[in-house]
């Protein structure tokens, strides 16, 4: 399977440097630098090829009011190369790699300016997710671990680490908001896609599929021949063991083990909608048969082993629904946490009293866009609320109303009127479909803004 080539280098060094899903073609990883080009081939090489020995630190191209150093340029170039040898494919460090990287460094540059510039920033709460999944992947139990573990190490590698998560966040915040500007989806788009062949993939099947990984004794850079080669044994022996009718999982990984010093991770992940499966993973996963085992999948993190266990159909698909009120009271620089608090209070005491929901919402509550309806929020499904509400929500009876409680957004009290179960069978396949349209036409939309944002910005290359 081919991972990696130079039209993709641009992608690569975003992805070694801070995570990042850039998709970019040669013609827009291309930068031609100002100074003047060798004769030949080989006299570009020995010119343009940057290494740590070849290299003292200088300017090597300015963007806008920033500058991009020689030194930022060698150590991306090498992250790219050991990602794609990571990924299968090594790249040669070449003009055209040096181009290609630069090229990917000026598109960084030029959108971290425009993140400060629109004030755009991470959720806290994504980036320890993202953290906590790091940790659990170096075999740690928490991110204070990963913390000791880096900055022992060496001291400020966890800030660092989560300055660039920080930064990676913010850029796809950037490119989601930028690229659905751009991509227009109609209903009668959808219509004629679900009249297409295509749309027949759509469909509810729920996959169970057995996920382990081999996790590389260290980072694939560093990794020996002979320690490759273990990982690789590990994984082809752990396939031939899931291949087997009625596996125990827990018992071929834990045979599989042996060993290795580091722990398999994974296991069965149960069923999962197509929809929710992770999108690298998903094309190889719904072409899988039942009981068929995919071959080792190679990863920068480790081997990745996928048994298709099961798979079953769905005509209809039900969600929980709850037709709810509410009233709130904000917390602003006019109302202090305490003042709204008393105020819930007292509007808890007059429900207690008998007096009517919907007339408190309608006079007391702070949400314009249900006070004026008597609190109500019509029909809620998991997720749409954050998580606090959909908590109360789920653990208040049908007709009754709940205590107070505190979200991000002030203090409430809701009201459930109503349950049942909806049938979302119809906007679950518009809702797939116009995801299809989306993919089909997002990528060419990012690679024309970020065209445009190059075009519009003042760039110069020192050589």
Do not use: C
């Not at 009011?65 to 170039?77: G, P, R």
């Not at 990963?146 to 796809?172: C, F, M, T, V, W």
């Not at 009293?353 to 007339?359: L, M």
């Amino acid at each position: 399977m081919r991972f990696f080539s130079l039209r993709q280098t641009s992608r690569a060094v975003l992805l070694s440097m801070a995570g990042l899903t850039l998709t970019l073609s040669a013609n827009a990883a291309t930068v031609k630098p100002a100074a003047a080009q060798a004769s030949t081939p080989a006299a570009q090489n020995s010119v343009d090829r940057l290494t740590p020995a070849n290299s003292t630190d200088g300017i090597i191209a300015l963007v806008n009011e920033n500058a991009i150093l020689k030194s930022e340029l060698v150590d991306a170039i090498e992250q790219t190369q050991a990602r794609a040898k990571a990924a299968g494919e090594p790249i040669a460090n070449s003009a055209q790699l040096q181009s290609e990287v630069l090229n990917a460094l000026i598109l960084r540059e030029l959108q971290l300016s425009m993140v400060k510039r629109a004030g755009l920033s991470a959720d806290e709460a994504e980036i320890n997710q993202r953290l906590g999944q790091i940790a659990q992947a170096e075999g740690l139990n928490s991110i204070a671990a990963l913390q000791q573990r880096l900055d022992a190490a060496q001291p400020g590698s966890y800030a660092n680490l989560r300055a660039k998560l920080i930064e990676e966040a913010s850029i796809q915040a950037l490119q989601q908001r930028q690229i659905t500007r751009r991509v227009r989806i109609s209903e009668q788009d959808i219509d004629a896609f679900l009249a297409s062949p295509e749309a027949k993939r759509l469909n509810q099947s729920e996959y169970q599929t057995i996920h382990v990984r081999v996790p590389y004794i260290d980072d694939y850079s560093r990794l020996s021949a002979a320690q490759r080669e273990e990982a690789l044994k590990v994984a082809q022996a752990l396939r031939t063991r899931l291949l087997e009718p009625n596996v125990n999982v827990a018992e071929a990984v834990a045979a599989s083990q042996g060993s290795y010093p580091i722990p398999l991770q994974g296991g069965d992940m149960g069923f999962h909608k197509a929809a929710s499966l992770p999108t690298e993973l998903s094309s190889k996963i719904t072409k899988l048969d039942v009981g068929t085992v995919s071959e080792p999948l190679l990863t920068p993190e480790g081997i990745d082993i996928i048994k298709l266990a099961d798979k079953k159909a769905s005509n209809t698909m039900l969600i929980p629904q709850w037709h709810t009120r509410h009233i709130l009271v904000k917390v602003d620089d006019l109302q202090t946490d305490a003042l709204a608090e008393q105020k819930i209070n007292d509007l808890y005491e007059q429900l207690r009293g008998g007096a009517d929901f919907a007339s408190l919402a309608s006079t007391y509550s702070d949400d314009p866009g249900s006070a004026g309806r008597g609190g109500d929020l019509d029909w809620v499904s998991e997720e749409d609320m954050v998580g606090p509400f959909e908590a109360t929500m789920k653990n208040t009876a049908v007709g009754d109303y709940s205590a107070p409680f505190k979200t991000q957004f002030g203090w409430h009290i809701l009201k459930v009127d109503g349950k049942r179960d909806q049938d979302i069978s119809e906007q679950y396949r518009r809702n797939m479909a116009r995801q299809a349209l989306y993919q089909r036409l997002a990528p060419q939309a990012q690679e024309d803004w970020l065209q445009e944002l190059r075009a519009g910005a003042y760039i110069q290359i020192l050589g």
